[in-house]
């Protein structure tokens, strides 16, 4: 039939070319694993495969959470205080209770209103490539980096432009890469600190340049920061958010990594911002930022569901003495 038709009046879709735009690495990944999978039996082929992309420290059984995680857990649970829906941004108490403990760190105080609670990091990614979105807009993103952000930019149709991060130089980002790779309509550059999947961690001087260039480029950071403090080497972990001054940071978190308990499922998305930048939006000079505003994130929230409410609730709960952030830290 004429023009791809069908007969029945409807037009032939394209599937092969559907297909190929949405074969990513991660399905790659998949089908190699299979693969190999397959061979299992094969007795020359029985080698342990070891994934280098895995970020759950509960398969090994070194690695525990707190009794005072697990407890706290339970007491909120068992309180029958917390069997309803949470507010669509977080509950109150534990949104204060993630601002206390982010700005310990900070030479500036966060405030609750300034933590929007997730459904673990992933979730918190793709808030922020969603809250960018718009026709024409690009992302710059790091390489080698995590995957996901890659398939929440191909779903919203944001241009990923990648960086390459420099294995001379500690895996740093390569910032005049960054400056060729921007345009007026680039919305964010992402960095991920500590490093995954590389295990670098930024010094101050480096995330000093990062700031300034993101201010030069005219665009916003987004911090991926969920190893953050799991910092082995001679570099202490610096949150981006100290540079809030210089350029605007949404910083991505959660109690994944760091608590050991991935599947708790508690992430969040915090406007690091003490200028109020996303607050202003008449007077902004960031383009990428007309369209990020702190209504719109509220807004956008309320679409979504975040974790179970007793989760949220038991960071703040009252019968553990320290907090459970603080009960853990101080163990680990």
Aim: hydrophobic fraction near 40%; charge should be negative.
């Amino acid at each position: 039939m004429e023009n791809g038709g069908n007969g029945n009046g409807v037009a032939a879709v394209n599937y092969e070319s559907k297909a190929t735009s949405t074969i990513t690495i991660k399905g790659i990944l998949s089908l190699l694993m299979q693969s190999i999978d397959d061979e299992k039996n094969d007795a020359e082929n029985n080698k342990r495969v070891i994934s280098l992309g895995m970020g759950d420290p509960t398969l090994y059984s070194c690695f525990h959470t707190t009794n005072v995680s697990e407890e706290a857990v339970a007491d909120t649970l068992l309180s029958h205080k917390f069997h309803g829906y949470a507010p669509t941004a977080g509950l109150p108490q534990t949104r204060q209770e993630i601002a206390e403990y982010l700005s310990r760190d900070l030479p500036y105080q966060l405030s609750s209103d300034d933590v929007f609670i997730t459904c673990g990091c992933t979730q918190a990614i793709d808030v922020s490539v969603a809250m960018l979105a718009r026709p024409g807009a690009n992302i710059l993103l790091p390489r080698p980096g995590f995957p996901i952000y890659e398939l929440c930019a191909a779903f919203r149709q944001v241009e990923v432009r990648h960086y390459d991060l420099l294995p001379e130089k500690g895996w740093e980002v390569d910032l005049d890469a960054i400056e060729a790779l921007a345009d007026q309509n680039t919305v964010a550059l992402v960095i991920i600190n500590p490093g995954n999947p590389c295990g670098n961690v930024y010094t101050y001087d480096h995330l000093e340049k990062i700031a300034q260039t993101a201010k030069r480029i005219g665009t916003i950071v987004i911090a991926d920061e969920v190893y953050g403090h799991l910092a082995f080497g001679t570099n202490p972990f610096v949150p981006m958010g100290v540079f809030g001054f210089t350029v605007p940071v949404i910083t991505l978190g959660s109690l994944s990594k760091r608590w050991i308990v991935p599947g708790w499922r508690l992430g969040w998305f915090v406007t690091t911002d003490p200028s109020a930048t996303f607050k202003k939006p008449k007077v902004i000079y960031l383009p990428s930022l007309s369209i990020l505003v702190v209504e719109r994130i509220k807004k956008y929230f309320d679409l979504l569901g975040g974790p179970a409410t007793f989760i949220q609730a038991h960071l703040t709960c009252n019968g553990c003495n320290p907090f459970v952030l603080d009960a853990v830290m101080k163990k680990y």
